[in-house]
């Protein structure tokens, strides 16, 4: 059975009951069915463990930042019993408490995150029907889908979900809706008796119903030949769950940073513990520095502002209508530097509108969005009212009458219209096209009432409906009899019944030539990738005994043709130039055919002009290589599979590029699992994307992605600042203690000052540089590349001369405060010149690139805020009596102040100026900052 599984399509279909032990006609008995049951198993999926919530929370323990945290944690703790046994001091109780609620923070949220982040399986599980209508035996009954087994009689209604993988044996105009699984927007009509290549493409199998799709029209019988995980979405389900969750690019990058933070902290601290120890300084005296200094050199609160930054990008996110599920993929959508895009519902309205008209020697173009009934008409590029062109509004009375969509019309609370078309989607455009011009369905059935109909069949691809003329008022030149049948379907079908075209008011013979322009402008239309339906109309004298297509579809009078698409969105062309201006390339992804793909892409201006077009077909006689070799010159991928979504996006990962891949069906789940970052479709999304995405937007906009690929870069670039700013702070602080360990002086902070000013200068002010807005040009930059660390190269010459500035400032104040007043007084200078010069350093420190006056000083009040406390703080410590010998400080008056001043604002100015130099010698177009 498992070699049948993807050729059930190429069998007949005494091939499949002859391969299941079944009959075509009584299905399996009770007995088969049974035995069945136990070699195949229940059809249902089969979800891989989860684990458990010790696993979950061990695992967030694994970062060596977190390990370094706890460790220190123990450390602040021991030293804080001895402090406190010697002066009463708690700081480093507090310390030693902040840096365990971090952790804890930490692992609370990362818990609750994968609590929520694998229920892909059980929206998978949602699409399976609850019971299924087989025959067994011989008879009809309803059993529970679990139960359903290959080789069952499954009987399929409209409106009834698939509940197996089906061989159909029977098609009564039976119409599948596959969109979810194909990406197709029209709903599929089905041909039992086809018999089909091995290697046709999933969305062209007109012979099978895949389970989770839905039977729009129609009826059929179909044997089941796959269930439960060997079903297409049983495959899907089993590649979600193949792939194990990549770490993102800002985790991998933060716990490489952490890694060489904490080496060198503890090198470095370790060297100043034995330098000290040479001079001969106490051992406890020490023991006591170093360790404080350690603590102090790894920002302990990174963990959690990378946290809190994340949430408040979420927040963001969700005003832009992207609700994101996992935090750190705010980030990685901000690096994303290709985007696959599915076609249907996403770059376009997954609503199918008519855009054209053609009869005689006029075409119309039709405006509007969807199945909105409002839009304008024109001609030749000029605005016109239909009632100028009757003949266009008898095709629009003739395409709305002989159909069985319905539009359906509410008004909600706030008295706004809504519509919602109720149907076939291709029904459904020209009943709206038709109300566009005013002419409403139920409006004209008052007059023209439906007597009798022959309706679509796939094999004569036409649809007629009778009506009957009521009055003389419904009478005019061009149906003057009592009953009227109007015939709509494939333009060369309806051409070949026809004998007559409508030219004006006049009828006229259809001769050779006339027959060759309406083909031609068939082609024409069709060229455009427009579903194109011809439409005509016969008077009826008196009413078939029996209406068939033998009585009533020939000796027709052909009216015009009515093209239609499922049109773009209207702001999806300015959004892919956005992306494109940031250095991000739009992929189509789509199940569609490669001509309705290259019409849509041109005209969103998605398809380069060497770009290609390649199908799924094309894409099976490449090999991984081969298309990695030519990935970078497609840019429309047309009739691919859920495993070619995922060869696209393998492709793009191996070419080095951050992929988002975007999408709404069940197809796209494997792909957007697997890609960087996968993203969602709110509305038309079934719950299996939403619940594999990383990211799910609330209006299906894919300006909404632009959007938040800015705001994703916003965060990345305000993570970037508060690291910068952290560690060219922490170092000069390591510095201050090395340098003047190595010169023999005395230790210029203690132990208690430098755990303070790290709840100081660590907290508040790093919080805020994350609620940056972020810089004008951040969407004119390329996407950094994935290998780039956080501490690039201009960050690690900003941070060395950051540091030398800070160091010098300080021990130079400290040494002056050691010439006026003894090591209190200095050690009070060194302490307040280190922390305001630090607070100042943080306005700096708002763009990598901008001068602060051009970003304006206070145009983050944060900042104001965070600044405005840390100083409070400062001033207690320095002037509050009480704790001024906690804090081992004296009080300073105007004239420390009168030297402390110039050398506060020295590394702030020296940074100004560090970042003027990077932009003169950046290359050209590199950034945009102006001095």
């Not at 019993?81 to 971090?102: D, N, W």
């Not at 969005?369 to 001609?379: C, D, I, K, L, M």
């Not at 070419?655 to 975007?662: K, L, Y």
């Not at 305001?836 to 970003?855: D, G, K, M, P, Q």
Request: proline letters at 5%; hydrophobic letters at 45%.
């Amino acid at each position: 059975m498992d070699k049948q599984t993807e050729t059930w399509h190429s069998q007949a279909i005494d091939q499949v009951t002859q391969a299941l032990n079944t009959d075509a006609q009584d299905g399996l008995s009770p007995e088969q069915a049974q035995k069945h049951l136990e070699r195949y198993g229940r059809n249902e999926l089969i979800e891989q463990p989860r684990p458990g919530f010790w696993q979950m929370l061990l695992a967030q323990f694994k970062s060596f930042v977190v390990i370094i945290l706890i460790v220190a944690a123990a450390i602040s703790f021991v030293i804080g019993l001895q402090e406190y046994s010697k002066s009463g001091a708690i700081t480093e109780f507090v310390e030693a408490g902040a840096i365990v609620a971090i952790v804890i923070l930490n692992a609370v949220i990362g818990v609750v995150q994968e609590s929520r982040a694998e229920e892909a399986l059980a929206a998978l599980k949602k699409m399976a029907a609850p019971d299924a209508h087989v025959i067994r035996g011989g008879h009809r009954t309803v059993v529970p889908a679990r139960e359903l087994v290959p080789g069952d009689m499954v009987m399929l209604e409209a409106g009834n979900y698939v509940p197996a993988d089906l061989r159909l044996v029977e098609s009564v105009n039976l119409k599948v809706e596959e969109a979810s699984l194909t990406g197709e927007s029209v709903p599929t009509d089905k041909r039992a008796e086809k018999i089909l290549e091995p290697k046709v493409p999933l969305g062209d199998r007109r012979n099978m119903a895949y389970m989770g799709t839905t039977v729009t029209y129609g009826r059929g019988r179909g044997i089941a030949v796959e269930t439960g995980m060997q079903t297409q979405i049983g495959q899907i389900a089993e590649m979600i769950q193949s792939y194990e969750d990549e770490p993102t690019p800002l985790q991998i990058k933060l716990d490489q940073l952490g890694r060489w933070l904490g080496w060198a902290s503890l090198s470095i601290c370790g060297l100043v513990f034995l330098v000290g120890m040479l001079r001969g300084i106490e051992f406890i005296e020490m023991l006591l520095i170093a360790i404080s200094l350690a603590i102090a050199a790894v920002p302990e609160g990174l963990p959690a502002i990378v946290t809190i930054n994340l949430a408040i990008g979420m927040r963001e996110m969700i005003q832009r209508h992207a609700l994101i599920r996992r935090l750190p993929a705010v980030e990685t959508l901000g690096s994303a530097s290709a985007i696959c895009s599915d076609k249907t519902g996403t770059l376009t309205q997954n609503e199918m509108m008519v855009t054209q008209l053609m009869y005689d020697q006029t075409k119309l173009e039709l405006s509007g969005e969807g199945y909105r009934p409002w839009g304008f008409f024109h001609h030749n590029g000029n605005a016109i009212k239909i009632a100028q062109f009757p003949q266009a509004g008898f095709l629009l009375r003739a395409a709305a009458l002989c159909n069985d969509a319905l539009l359906e019309v509410s008004q909600d609370e706030n008295e706004e219209m809504s519509h919602r078309m109720v149907g076939d989607p291709t029904e459904g455009a020209l009943v709206v096209a038709a109300a566009k011009a005013g002419f409403w369905r139920k409006e004209e059935e008052q007059q023209l009432p439906r007597v009798t109909e022959v309706p679509f069949d796939s094999a004569r691809k036409r649809m007629t409906t009778v009506h009957q003329v009521k009055d003389a008022a419904s009478q005019n030149s061009l149906f003057p009899s009592d009953y009227v049948a109007f015939v709509k379907g494939a333009p060369d079908v309806i051409l070949e019944l026809s004998t007559h075209v409508l030219d004006g008011d006049q009828l006229q013979p259809l001769d050779d030539t006339r027959r060759q322009d309406i083909i031609d402008k068939n082609k024409s239309m069709a060229a455009q990738a427009l579903r194109v339906l011809g439409v005509a109309y016969r008077p009826l004298d008196t009413l078939p005994d029996e209406p068939t297509p033998e009585t009533l579809e020939h000796d027709l009078v052909f009216i015009g043709l009515a093209g239609m698409i499922d049109p773009a969105r209207p702001e999806v062309a300015a959004a892919i130039e956005v992306a494109r201006h940031a250095g991000i390339r739009t992929r189509m992804v789509t199940g569609d055919y490669p001509d309705t793909a290259r019409a849509i892409a041109q005209e969103i201006g998605l398809l380069h002009n060497d770009g290609q077009v390649v199908t799924g077909a094309e894409l099976d006689t490449m090999d991984d290589p081969a298309l990695q070799e030519r990935i970078d010159h497609i840019d429309v991928f047309a009739r691919v599979s859920p495993k070619h979504k995922v060869r696209i996006v393998e492709a793009l990962k191996a070419r080095g590029q951050v992929v988002a891949m975007t999408g709404d069906g069940v197809n796209d789940a494997p792909a957007l699992k697997r890609a960087n970052i996968g993203v969602a479709m709110g509305i038309t999304g079934t719950d299996v994307s939403k619940e594999t995405a990383d990211m799910v937007l609330t209006d299906d906009n894919f300006v909404s992605i632009v959007s938040a690929v800015e705001q994703g870069r916003i965060i990345y670039s305000n993570i970037r600042k508060f690291v910068y700013y952290l560690l060219s702070c922490n170092l000069a602080e390591i510095m201050i203690i090395f340098i003047a360990t190595l010169l023999n002086w005395p230790i210029p902070l203690t132990a208690i000052q430098l755990l303070w000013l790290n709840l100081l200068t660590d907290g508040a002010p790093a919080l805020a540089l994350g609620l940056e807005k972020g810089d004008p040009d951040v969407m004119d930059r390329p996407p950094r590349p994935p290998q780039e660390p956080i501490i690039n190269r201009e960050m690690r010459l900003g941070m060395i001369i950051q540091t030398i500035f800070i160091t010098a400032a300080v021990l130079l104040a400290f040494r002056i405060g050691i010439t006026w007043g003894g090591l209190d007084l200095a050690e009070s200078m060194a302490f307040v010149t280190l922390s305001v010069s630090e607070l100042a350093r943080a306005y700096t420190a708002r763009s990598e690139h901008f001068a602060l006056w051009n970003i304006g000083v206070f145009s983050n009040r944060y900042m104001q805020y965070a600044v405005a406390a840390s100083l409070a703080l400062l001033a207690l410590v320095i002037y509050v009596p009480f704790l001024q010998p906690i804090f081992d400080t004296a009080p300073l008056g105007l004239r420390e102040w009168g030297v402390m001043l110039p050398l506060i604002f020295v590394p702030s100015i020296a940074a100004e100026a560090t970042k003027w130099y990077l932009r003169r010698t950046a290359p050209k177009g590199h950034v945009t900052a102006t001095t």
